[in-house]
């Protein structure tokens, strides 16, 4: 498998044709139909059984939308269990068996791609995961999304790689495409690079310049590692009224019950 693997999307080439949809479905047993629009669908298209989509924009502009796989991973630094990891190779998978169902992942992620599966009796976070596991393998040699796209409007390699080509197309046709790699850089870079010729802001990247080389978990960490302790508060709580309101029927049901106290009645006794 290589190392740092990387994707490269040509906004300018895709045809919004959905072979990439259709063929991560396929890849990792996801349901060929979507069901209709709920709880956990964004407007992009993604969600808990939908790990790539064709997001499209005014005039004919198609943007395939998925994991970013950040170089820095927000959701991994927010993840209390471990559930999600950034794997040594580079990609950042998902392990269901381990999860709480906090969600603070959905919380951290600005491009919103994780999504929880609300209709699961046993819910878990779901994204993509670069077919890691069947790359590791050796079982195939790119994601099944890039192998799919019949424009080459996706393509796999080492980020190294990828950068080179990115840039070599910008150099060759400098009328056809924005001087911008988005991805190289932005939120301390991601292993899915973008080149186009509309501006992607609406990807999350509203202010490249504004978070270059800053990594998300720098962002995000200030404000998620208050709430462990709100659920420890709200735990030893729930524990305490618990406890109080379980021995008051005990003693009712042995008819030990002690007599209110003043406090209870509302007053005192005079």
């Not at 396929?26 to 298209?45: C, M, T, Y």
């Not at 195939?140 to 070599?168: N, Q, Y």
């Amino acid at each position: 498998m290589i190392t740092d693997p990387c994707i490269l999307n040509d906004v300018t080439r895709c045809i919004g044709c959905e072979e990439c949809v259709a063929a991560c479905k396929k890849i990792n047993g996801l349901p060929a139909e979507d069901p209709p629009p709920r709880v956990g669908h964004s407007k992009d298209g993604l969600s808990a059984t939908r790990w790539t989509s064709i997001f499209r924009r005014p005039g004919g502009v198609n943007v395939r939308k998925q994991c970013r796989h950040c170089l820095e991973p927000a959701c991994v630094s927010v993840c209390p269990v471990g559930a999600l990891q950034k794997t040594p190779e580079g990609p950042v998978i998902y392990d269901k068996s381990v999860c709480m169902g906090c969600r603070y992942c959905m919380m951290a992620c600005p491009y919103g791609i994780p999504h929880y599966e609300w209709s699961s009796v046993n819910p878990s976070i779901r994204k993509c995961i670069l077919c890691h596991e069947k790359l590791k393998s050796g079982e195939i040699d790119r994601p099944a999304c890039v192998t799919a796209c019949p424009k080459e409007a996706t393509l796999f390699g080492s980020r190294e790689a990828m950068l080179a080509e990115a840039r070599r197309r910008i150099e060759a046709q400098p009328g056809k495409y924005l001087p911008h790699i988005w991805g190289e850089h932005e939120f301390g870079g991601t292993s899915v690079l973008y080149i186009s010729n509309v501006d992607l802001s609406f990807l999350a990247w509203e202010d490249p310049e504004a978070f270059e080389n800053e990594p998300l978990p720098e962002r995000t960490w200030n404000a998620l590692r208050k709430v462990p302790y709100e659920f420890l508060g709200m735990g030893a709580f729930m524990t305490a009224a618990w406890w109080i309101i379980d021995r008051r029927m005990r003693l009712e049901r042995e008819g030990t019950v002690p007599p209110p106290s003043s406090e209870e009645k509302g007053g005192t006794d005079e």
